[in-house]
């Protein structure tokens, strides 16, 4: 069964101390491993999309990599506007989308 | 562009009463989905539409039906709602061979 695992749940961060994301899964052909930005109230925001083990992503702070079993969201020298519940979904072979449960994150000043 | 559009923002329901949430796309996507999103329990795929005319169960299919009226809109239909289908339904598109999903706002159901 695929399976998609977030840690941690929460994480509280001071501005400007930089902090790693966890996405662990299982899933049978991964055809992509997508992070996604949630705000309160809101719909998810695409941020990445990672297709094979080596590979990394940038946006602003934010780099994202892939091996065989794990994804990473780093997060550099964070601001508090980087404060959002963040979201990784695995792709299998038949193009479902398998949702972790988020890592709520608050940045503080 | 509009993006993906839902309606209502907020609902509430009695057990037993029906409705259909409502989804725009203006992006021209094929696929189109619905998800509902519970505290502790993260995204789950109720049905999806992989293009006009077709839809197929997701993960929690049970209670819900589907229309997908034409390549713009898919709606979510509940029969007799229930207290268990209280949640935060967010509808999506995506382009064929694209990387990724785009997401409406929300639908906030309470189901008394």
């Known amino acids: 069964e695929d399976q998609v695992t977030q840690s941690p749940e929460a994480l509280r961060l001071q501005e400007g101390e930089s902090s790693s994301l966890n996405c662990s899964y299982t899933v049978s052909g991964l055809r992509g491993l997508f992070w996604y930005r949630q705000d309160p109230g809101k719909g998810p925001e695409f941020l990445f999309t990672l297709y094979s083990a080596g590979e990394e992503k940038e946006k602003e702070r934010l780099k994202a990599t892939l091996t065989k079993k794990e994804s990473f969201l780093h997060i550099t020298a964070p601001k508090p506007e980087d404060s959002a519940t963040y979201l990784c979904a695995a792709e299998n072979s038949g193009y479902a989308l398998n949702f972790g449960k988020g890592t709520s994150l608050l940045v503080t000043p | 562009n509009a993006g993906v559009t839902q309606t209502p923002k907020f609902q509430v329901l009695k057990t037993g009463q029906s409705m259909t949430l409502q989804c725009a796309q203006d992006?021209?996507?094929?696929?189109m989905y619905w998800y509902r999103q519970d505290p502790g329990m993260g995204l789950r795929l109720i049905y999806y539409s992989a293009s006009e005319g077709t839809t197929d169960k997701g993960e929690v299919p049970n209670g819900y039906n589907v229309s997908r009226l034409n390549k713009r809109e898919f709606s979510l239909r509940l029969e007799s709602a229930a207290p268990s289908q209280t949640s935060v339904y967010f509808c999506?598109?995506?382009?064929?061979?694209?990387?990724?999903?785009?997401f409406g706002p929300g639908t906030r159901l309470t189901v008394l």
């Open positions: 999506a598109s995506r382009a064929d061979r694209a990387d990724t999903q785009y």
């Open positions: 992006m021209n996507h094929n696929s």
